[in-house]
């Protein structure tokens, strides 16, 4: 808030913020999250995401700095940090990945096609004011995207299957339920606004991208 009150004294024309597709939640069910679907922050970063969000609205509201709000899902690439860095560092070890039985479908971001979209929504008039909720072109599952790791790493499969629900117990038991909803839960997201509005869409495919990111 207190940078993007400078900027309005700079007059800078327009502000992107980087959200959080968690500020819709942890997950999906039935339908894809869009720049409709309802906010459901999970967590307190993503909670502060949203009251950033909302903060951002009001105070940009009657000055001449347009707000642009962005809410990615996982952003990987070689240098990603966080979630993806961690999957990385198992992988890279060769150790057991016991995901195996895992069938969701998960939406995920690689950077570099952020970073286009982001240079878009500098560019593009009809980006100012606008949500966009964006990422790759395709939802892979959690072992999908393990393979492509590990293809990238050239490296022998370490997949081995596991029962769902002893996964869960075992998980939940030891405090890491929200790990296991990242991990073996469903979280879509369409894109559609942004390849109607911007004429965007990302320009490197996921399955390169993910074994070039190992």
Not at 99 to 123: A, D, K, P
Not at 125 to 149: G, K, Y
Request: one cysteine or more; a negative charge.
């Amino acid at each position: 808030l207190n940078l993007a009150k400078q900027c309005i004294k700079q007059d800078i024309n327009r502000f992107i913020f980087l959200s959080s597709i968690g500020v819709n939640g942890l997950n999906t069910i039935d339908k894809a999250f869009n720049e409709s679907s309802t906010p459901a922050p999970h967590s307190d970063y993503a909670v502060s995401k949203y009251e950033a969000e909302l903060a951002l609205k009001e105070l940009c509201e009657g000055t001449c700095m347009e707000l642009v709000i962005i809410r990615p899902p996982l952003i990987y690439g070689a240098s990603a940090p966080g979630n993806f860095e961690k999957l990385l560092a198992i992988v890279s070890k060769g150790l057991p990945i016991p995901l195996g039985s895992v069938n969701n479908n998960r939406s995920f971001v690689y950077l570099h096609n952020l970073v286009n979209f982001i240079e878009t929504c500098l560019e593009q008039p009809d980006a100012a004011n606008e949500l966009f909720v964006i990422s790759d072109s395709d939802n892979i599952s959690t072992p999908e995207l393990l393979l492509h790791l590990y293809k990238g790493m050239d490296k022998p499969a370490g997949l081995i299957p596991f029962p769902i629900w002893m996964l869960k117990l075992s998980l939940t038991l030891i405090g890491q339920k929200n790990l296991f909803q990242q991990l073996c839960g469903s979280l879509e997201i369409d894109s559609t606004k942004a390849k109607k509005i911007l004429n965007w869409s990302p320009p490197h495919h996921y399955q390169n991208a993910l074994q070039s990111s190992a």
